[in-house]
């Protein structure tokens, strides 16, 4: 018997799909340019920035596409004088479930490739293995790398705290089939919630895993941000984890924005050791250089 169609995909206007980033590149993975082709997320991560205020996201768990995005992308593409790596799934996890049929970040991708520009993914989903063939043509020319958020490699407890998303076994054998097929891709070790994913364990079991799996790298932070309604969304859930945690949070931290691992130095030197000895790059200058071009070019030109 067949099922029911799925529902369609929600839209919501864009007046712009590229935007420059401000900051130097040898900052966060050295992008140029964000894009955020959806708005809205679900994966249902506890600790997600994004539902924070200032990003103005009004229904956050709902996903939805953004309509002409494809239009808008290929025009603000065309008018870029300088080519650069665009940074993709900061907001919004790009590989949502709409995607599947819907191939807008896989269209994307294909503009990316015809001009010349470089791609930085950060997801959680395992669908980006599809995009494995345009990975490899963008890194071959504008830069390409793909990064798998993972933030524990136990299974169990990432059902609790990003309970809709890939487990992370699923995301380590994701990671296998990227870098078995040469993109360049590590894993994206961040944030680490205090009392939660701050222990030894939980270090050894990331690294151990992102080296067993053929990554290339791993950036960690050792602690979480939260602010305003996304303080209190997380305050509320982290509690299925263990119900003294969210007074334990607000004893600790009280309104800081970042809250700090009370175990982050003895976890970034555990961290650091791990890395040197399965050859894992984790400084950002040294990720940035091994598969970023050094110098943008000034003319645009088209991979196909």
């Excluded at 894993?187 to 067993?212: H, I, K, Q, S, Y």
């Excluded at 050792?222 to 334990?248: C, I, N």
Aim: glycine content about 8%.
């Amino acid at each position: 018997m067949s099922g029911s169609a799925p529902a369609p995909c929600p839209t919501v206007r864009a007046r712009s799909i590229l935007q420059k980033v401000r900051h130097h590149g040898d900052e966060w993975f050295g992008i140029d340019y964000n894009m955020n082709l959806y708005r809205g997320c679900c994966h249902g991560c506890i600790y997600c920035d994004s539902r924070s205020e200032c990003y103005r996201v009004d229904d956050f768990d709902r996903v939805r596409v953004k309509f002409d995005a494809l239009a808008i992308l290929r025009r603000e593409l065309r008018s870029r004088r300088v080519r650069g790596v665009v940074g993709v799934g900061a907001m919004s996890d790009t590989y949502n479930p709409f995607e599947h049929d819907l191939n807008v970040t896989r269209s994307a991708l294909e503009l990316l490739a015809e001009h010349g520009f470089g791609v930085s993914v950060d997801t959680k989903s395992t669908l980006v293995t599809r995009d494995i063939d345009l990975l490899r043509a963008i890194g071959g020319a504008g830069g390409a790398i793909a990064k798998l958020t993972i933030t524990t490699a136990d299974d169990r407890l990432a059902r609790l705290i990003e309970p809709h998303a890939p487990a992370p076994s699923e995301r380590f054998a994701a990671l296998t089939e990227l870098a078995e097929a040469g993109v360049f891709c590590g894993v994206l070790f961040t944030p680490t919630l205090p009392w939660v994913t701050d222990d030894e364990t939980t270090v050894r079991g990331v690294v151990e895993g992102a080296a067993a799996a053929g990554a290339r790298f791993v950036y960690h932070m050792t602690g979480v941000t939260m602010r305003d309604r996304q303080r209190d969304h997380f305050l509320e859930r982290v509690a299925a984890v263990d119900p003294a945690l969210p007074d334990r949070y607000r004893r600790a931290f009280g309104d800081r924005y970042f809250c700090n691992s009370p175990r982050a130095a003895e976890n970034r030197a555990l961290f650091r050791a791990l890395c040197k000895e399965h050859g894992l790059l984790w400084r950002m200058p040294d990720i940035i250089a091994a598969y970023k071009p050094a110098q943008p070019v000034g003319s645009q030109g088209s991979l196909f």
